[in-house]
């Protein structure tokens, strides 16, 4: 079986965004430190993706980048560009999977606390310039005569919004932050019947039932595609996490994990594959919201051990249909936006006909 995912080629074109300042808060961050000495260190940047299996290609072109040390966000002395071994820089997310990481540069600075960094997204492929800034909210420290290494890990699944039928779409990117000393490394391979499974989606996932928003009780720290010969490699926090695997065609398979800080831990996982798969369509509407708007839909599976998995998740803008393609069986679609109630709607996936689910957020 060479693959069990329908591709869709997808180029996106960068958004400027109704404001230049995109916060994404990535957590972490904490005060200071009094030991990273009077010096100066090295910053070193790369860029992976988590990536999704609904997209052939997803293309962002990077002019610069630049890091702040705390004061005024609007004093340019406080702000630093990075050296990028190549500026512009155009990549293609998808090939950033597995762990391959793509290296944006190095930086000399002054040791100290620094707050946040900033991309500039600057000329698209498409030759026409969309200028916006990403602004990413994670604090870390220079220490005198070492080198501090980043990875900008961009969730290319929750980065890009559907334009319906259109063929038109959005790019609100998620970035997440992390220094690569903090990581474990989890690979294996991606079998069905006995045979690697290109293009499976595998992610590292936490279950919270005890959360009071259902759109926070299932987050996924991590996620790749598999390759042509069904391997992966996921980059994760230490944690516990549900590995999940899932392929169109098949059912999803997870196991539980636990990772320390610098192991590598090898997971093979074996799919049950289907003969025929069902269709969950509707529209998606946002009270009050304007047509820019988009909503969150994340497809959840009850799984062993009263965990609960994801499966799928896509962004949909306000008024829009959507189309998802899942097995045959039992499902939760929890729809989310900023700003909105949060709704979770129960439906059954039957093989014999589309299952009709409108989704409203009031």
Request: aromatic share 6%.
């Amino acid at each position: 079986m060479a693959t069990l995912r329908r591709f869709v080629v997808l180029i996106v074109i960068a958004l400027f965004l109704a404001t230049f300042g995109l916060l994404i808060s990535c957590g972490g961050g904490g005060g200071g430190s009094a030991s990273v000495g009077s010096g100066s260190g090295t910053l070193s940047l790369s860029l992976t993706d988590a990536s999704t299996d609904r997209y052939q290609a997803i293309y962002i072109t990077i002019d610069e980048i630049q890091v702040h040390m705390g004061g005024n966000d609007n004093a340019p002395n406080n702000w630093t560009s990075v050296d990028m071994p190549v500026s512009p820089i155009t990549l293609n997310l998808l090939e950033l999977i597995n762990g391959v990481r793509e290296n944006l540069g190095l930086a000399s600075l002054s040791a100290g606390r620094y707050t946040q960094m900033r991309l500039i997204i600057g000329k698209t492929p498409d030759g026409s310039i969309n200028l916006f800034s990403i602004k990413i909210v994670k604090g870390f420290d220079i220490h005198e005569s070492q080198t501090t290494e980043l990875v900008l890990d961009f969730d290319a699944c929750r980065s890009v919004v559907e334009a319906g039928n259109s063929g038109n779409w959005l790019l609100k990117p998620t970035i997440k932050v992390a220094e690569l000393n903090d990581f474990a490394i989890i690979q294996g391979i991606v079998t069905a019947n006995g045979s690697g499974v290109e293009g499976a989606m595998v992610s590292a996932q936490i279950f919270n039932g005890a959360t009071t928003d259902p759109k926070d009780q299932v987050i996924v720290k991590a996620a790749t595609i598999t390759d042509e010969s069904g391997e992966y490699r996921l980059f994760v926090e230490p944690g516990i996490y549900n590995l999940v695997a899932y392929a169109d065609r098949a059912e999803a398979a997870f196991t539980t994990i636990i990772t320390n800080t610098g192991q590598t831990y090898d997971k093979d996982v074996a799919l049950l594959v289907v003969e025929n798969m069902g269709r969950v369509s509707g529209k998606v509407t946002i009270s009050g919201a304007d047509d820019e708007q988009n909503a969150t839909l994340s497809f959840l599976q009850d799984a062993s051990g009263d965990q609960v998995i994801e499966i799928k998740a896509i962004n949909i803008l306000n008024e829009v249909e959507y189309t998802v393609a899942l097995p045959e069986g039992d499902f939760k679609i929890v729809g989310s936006s900023y700003g909105n109630t949060t709704t979770v709607y129960d439906i059954t996936v039957d093989i014999t006909g589309p299952t009709i689910q409108n989704i409203v957020l009031p």
